[in-house]
C-alpha cells in the first residue's frame, strides 16, 4: 500500500522560507514522477513542480527562480524548497507521485494516482 505523507508547512512573513518534505511508503523512486501541488480557497489544484526518476525538474512559471524540488530516492523522501515567499503562495499543498511512467503532459493532475494529505502554507504580507 502507497502511502505519502507531507510535513514542513506553516506560517511566515512575506520573503521567509519553508521546506517541505513527503515520505513515501509502498513505492520505489527508480521510474515515475513525483511532484508537489497546492490549492487556495476557492481555486483548482495546480502544479507547482515536478521530478522525474533521474532528477529532471519542472516548474510551474509562478514559482521559477523561488522553489526548488528535490527527492532522495534512498529514504524516499520528496522535498519543496520554498524561497522569497508570496501571499500568493498561501495554500494547501499536495504531494503526489506517479508510477511506472511521468505524465505526458508536465503536472498533469488527472495523471498522478498516489497523494498526500496536504500540509498548509500561510503566508503574510
Known amino acids: 500500500q502507497v502511502q505519502l505523507v507531507e510535513s514542513g508547512g506553516g506560517s511566515v512573513q512575506a520573503g521567509g522560507s519553508l521546506r517541505l518534505s513527503c515520505v513515501a511508503s509502498?513505492?520505489?523512486?527508480?521510474?515515475?514522477?513525483r511532484a508537489w501541488f497546492r490549492q487556495a480557497p476557492g481555486k483548482e489544484r495546480e502544479g507547482v513542480a515536478e521530478?522525474?526518476?533521474?532528477?529532471?525538474?519542472t516548474y510551474a512559471d509562478s514559482v521559477k527562480g523561488r522553489f526548488t524540488i528535490s527527492q532522495d530516492s534512498d529514504k524516499k523522501t520528496l522535498y519543496l524548497e520554498m524561497d522569497s515567499l508570496k501571499p500568493e503562495d498561501t495554500a494547501l499543498y499536495y504531494c503526489?507521485?506517479?508510477?511506472?511512467?511521468?505524465?505526458?503532459?508536465?503536472?498533469?493532475?488527472?495523471?498522478?494516482?498516489?497523494w498526500g494529505q496536504g500540509t498548509q502554507v500561510t503566508v503574510s504580507a
Open positions: 503526489a507521485a506517479t508510477f511506472p511512467f511521468c505524465p505526458y503532459v508536465p503536472m498533469n493532475s488527472r495523471s498522478y494516482t498516489y
Open positions: 509502498g513505492l520505489s523512486f527508480n521510474r515515475g514522477c
Open positions: 521530478i522525474s526518476a533521474s532528477g529532471r525538474p
